[in-house]
Every structure is written in C-alpha cells, then in structure tokens.
C-alpha cells in the first residue's frame, strides 16, 4: 500500500556530511507525519527525528540535536535529512518512517510503514 524508499547512504568521514532522501508512494502523503530512526547490530531502533504533516513541527533525539536537520517537500512526496558533523556513532541503517496520524512522534511503535533503510557509515 505505502512505499518508502532511502536513498543517500554511504561512507563518511567524522565531521562531515551526508543528506538522505526517502520518496514516498501513496496518496496520503500530506497527511502523515514522517520519521528516520536507525539501527545497529544487537540493538533496538533508535528514534533521529520526526516532522509532522505540513512541516510545522519536528522532533529530534537529544543526540543529533543542532547536527540533523529534517524536511519534507509535500508537493514531491519527499523526506529529507541533513546529516552534518557526523560521528563515529551515527553508524546505522537508518529507516524512513510513516504514521498514519499526521502528529510527529518519537515512538518507532507510531510507525506502520518502514522503508527498506540505507547504511550510513561513519569513520573516524
């Protein structure tokens, strides 16, 4: 019903940066908050950050705070984040997210469809 595909992994090097992309199918789009969270080997999904459905407000995990910045272009059916000074421990897959309620969340729970992921890794 819903397609999430990542785009934009790949390797950097600690403080640099890298943008990930997440395109979207469906036509409920502009009404569905939209999430990244990322995982590593042995552990749960970890919440990056959120934006509700027309941008309005967003929601970032205390780590990435003032590093990752989240977007959404509506009229393309796109998710953005910007990832700048990169460390080490942003190592991930990370994953777009949808809810199907248009409020942002912080709760891998709220999210019913999950994209695919894309690795991103960091070196130090």
């Known amino acids: 019903q819903v397609q999430l595909v990542e785009s934009g992994g790949g390797v950097a090097q600690a403080g640099g940066s890298l943008r990930l992309s997440c395109a979207a199918s469906g036509r409920t789009f502009s009404t569905s908050a939209m999430g990244w969270f990322r995982q590593v080997p042995g552990k749960e999904s970890e919440f990056v950050a959120s934006?509700?459905?027309?941008?309005?407000?967003?929601y970032y995990a205390d780590k990435v705070k003032g590093r990752f910045t989240i977007s959404r272009d509506n009229a393309r059916n796109t998710v953005a984040l910007q990832m700048n000074s990169l460390k080490p421990e942003d190592t991930g897959v990370y994953h777009c997210?949808?809810?199907?309620?248009?409020?942002?969340?912080?709760?891998?729970?709220?999210?019913?469809?999950w994209g695919q992921g894309t690795q991103v890794t960091v070196s130090s």
């Open positions: 934006v509700n459905y027309n941008g309005a407000n967003t």
């Open positions: 997210t949808r809810r199907s309620s248009g409020l942002a969340s912080t709760r891998a729970v709220d999210f019913d469809s």
